[in-house]
């Protein structure tokens, strides 16, 4: 049996510690904190599992890769909804609805009358989108908790430390996923900041993400049910501060106003800022230093590349196989 220490407990952690488990492993797994919480990324997370919209202005092994996502999520939580993403544009935009069909695959078109079929609180607002069927989402605190019960009932370990990667690989295997608390270790790792709200509004409903086009700031909202809904989010170079901006929220608010004006009546619950961990292309990494193995710079994909990434991971310790991802980029 392997003996693996996994540093970090948000998502990419958390699936490399569960993959490890399920290939045989004996994983320790270190946090500097308790519980997930607002101090994680992935804790802000919209859930989208849609490899094919990401595909919109992702590279290639984002919707690649990504497609292992919502079987891989599905069979270790249950909280994944596969009920599609749909993507629509005002009127005056329509030439962005048609962009993202070019750029994009695995979609239908659909009018007015059948947007409202699908959605019927949107009304007739939207003339036209598109419709990803076979994408799906998922609730991330629900799944981000249940798959830490999982690892730690199927006999991983906790401990609450605020470790130091390179000291543990002197003693052992040791797989660094702490996003962007890496960077002092990662000399090319930035932070992106994002900006989100979550918003209760009981007068809406919505069965999936929707995602409106927008020039300059292209909005999704995820629901989460009983009224609940995430929205986002904003991609802004450099790391985040503690505080959302005043031109972000009301960008973000307006939009949402504009895919239903019921949302004005919205009560805002929280705001979330985080830097997401990002390389210069936006693609994760595997790189490997004799025992110490880093895996990071999901970006804005973690639940959605999380699962591939721990795969490679684990191929890479039990199968000495070359991760599709890895470099040798000095850290």
């Not at 989108?129 to 605190?141: D, I, M, N, T, V």
Request: aromatic share 6%; proline share 5%; hydrophobic share 45%.
């Amino acid at each position: 049996m392997k003996d693996v220490t996994v540093i970090g407990a948000g998502v990419a952690g958390l699936c490399v510690a569960r993959t490890l488990l399920d290939r045989g492993a004996h994983v320790v797994l270190v946090d500097r904190h308790e519980e997930n919480g607002p101090h994680a990324c992935s804790w802000w997370a919209g859930g989208m599992l849609a490899p094919f919209c990401e595909g919109e202005s992702a590279e290639e092994p984002v919707v690649r890769l990504g497609a292992e996502a919502a079987d891989w999520w599905a069979s270790k939580t249950d909280a994944v909804a596969r009920r599609g993403s749909l993507v629509v544009s005002p009127a005056r935009d329509s030439a962005d609805l048609a962009r993202f069909a070019r750029r994009t695959r695995a979609h239908r078109a659909v009018t007015a009358g059948e947007i409202t079929a699908l959605e019927p609180d949107l009304g007739e607002r939207f003339a036209q989108g598109l419709f990803f069927e076979s994408e799906a989402h998922l609730a991330p605190r629900a799944a981000l908790a249940q798959l830490r019960e999982g690892v730690i009932a199927d006999g991983a370990v906790f401990r609450q430390e605020d470790a130091d990667p390179a000291h543990h690989a002197q003693r052992g295997l040791t797989i660094d996923c702490r996003g962007y608390q890496a960077r002092t270790d990662l000399s090319d790792l930035r932070g992106v900041k994002g900006e989100m709200l979550i918003l209760s509004c009981p007068d809406v409903t919505l069965h999936r993400p929707i995602r409106m086009l927008h020039p300059r700031v292209p909005l999704y909202i995820v629901p989460r049910g009983d009224g609940i809904f995430m929205l986002g989010a904003t991609m802004i170079e450099g790391r985040a501060g503690g505080h959302v901006t005043a031109r972000s929220l009301l960008e973000l608010l307006s939009a949402a106003y504009a895919l239903n004006p019921a949302f004005g009546e919205a009560e805002v619950l929280e705001i979330g800022v985080d830097s997401r961990p990002a390389f210069p292309d936006n693609l994760p990494r595997i790189r490997r230093d004799g025992q110490l193995i880093r895996a990071n710079g999901l970006f804005r994909h973690g639940f959605l590349l999380a699962p591939a990434v721990a795969r490679m991971v684990a191929d890479l310790i039990f199968d000495d196989a070359t991760p599709e991802v890895m470099d040798e980029t000095a850290a």
